[in-house]
């Protein structure tokens, strides 16, 4: 299995400072088509995850311009370049160019 | 707007069995392969299976292979996972996940709306 492990796994950040969780896969996420197969989702408390970023980079309909994805390979990174009070939840990355699909362990935002 | 309500989730005896229903709406259903995804009480998120948009491949987690089973019935948008055997392990909240589809003639791609999910709780 490709598997996805994500540091830090918590972290709290100040109101308007930025955050940077990173995600590094065992196994490259290139597939032969040219795309990256990597994800990124938050869940917030008592809530199904919601996607924020796909393949690496892409926001998804509706993610504020805050979120940036990056990354290559086997390492990726996920920038939230000024936090606010509602990104609080638990981050997720998740690899989808085999199965199973896998995803990291999570990491826990909260505000200071 | 896409939406999936999950349902069917219960409480179980051990290697009883269960069966987990979504309903699909706001989208084209049979355009796109469908998956379940799972999550323990407290814990992270784990895949469960897939399946294609006509039925025609499936795929499941090593942990439920040979157990559960995924189908699908485009006539009336809706999304199964039969689940026999269930072990105290299978205790979980079930996500039913929509594939966020692709151009690249792939079964699957990746994962883009989940539904609320429907717990599933097996003990004796």
């Known amino acids: 299995d490709n598997v996805m492990t994500q540091t830090p796994l918590s972290l709290s950040v100040t109101p308007g400072q930025p955050a940077s969780i990173s995600c590094k896969s065992t196994q490259s996420l290139l597939y032969r088509d040219g795309k990256i197969y990597l994800y990124w989702y938050l869940q917030k408390t008592g809530q199904s995850p919601k996607l924020l970023i796909y393949?690496?980079?892409n926001r998804f309909s509706g993610v504020p311009d805050r979120f940036i994805g990056s990354g290559s390979g086997t390492d990726f990174t996920l920038k939230i370049s000024r936090v606010e009070a509602e990104d609080v939840g638990v981050y997720y990355c998740?690899?989808?160019?085999?199965?199973?699909?896998?995803f990291g362990q999570g990491t826990r935002l909260e505000i200071k | 707007e896409v939406l999936l309500v999950d349902s069917g989730g219960s409480v179980v005896q051990p290697g009883g069995s269960l069966r987990l229903s979504c309903a699909a709406s706001?989208?084209?259903?049979?355009?796109?392969?469908m998956h379940w995804v799972r999550q323990a009480p407290g814990k992270g998120l784990e895949w469960v299976s897939l399946i294609s948009w006509d039925g025609g491949t499936t795929d499941y987690a090593d942990s439920v292979k040979g157990r559960f089973t995924i189908s699908r019935d485009n006539s009336k948008n809706a999304l199964y996972l039969q689940m026999n055997s269930l072990r105290t392990e299978d205790t979980a909240l079930y996500y039913c996940?929509?594939?966020?589809?692709?151009?690249?003639?792939?079964?699957?791609?990746?994962?883009?709306?989940w539904g609320q999910g429907t717990m599933v709780i097996v003990s004796s």
């Open positions: 393949g690496v980079s």
């Open positions: 998740m690899q989808s160019i085999d199965l199973p699909i896998t």
């Open positions: 706001g989208f084209t259903f049979d355009d796109y392969t």
């Open positions: 996940v929509k594939d966020i589809g692709g151009d690249s003639f792939l079964d699957y791609y990746g994962l883009d709306v």
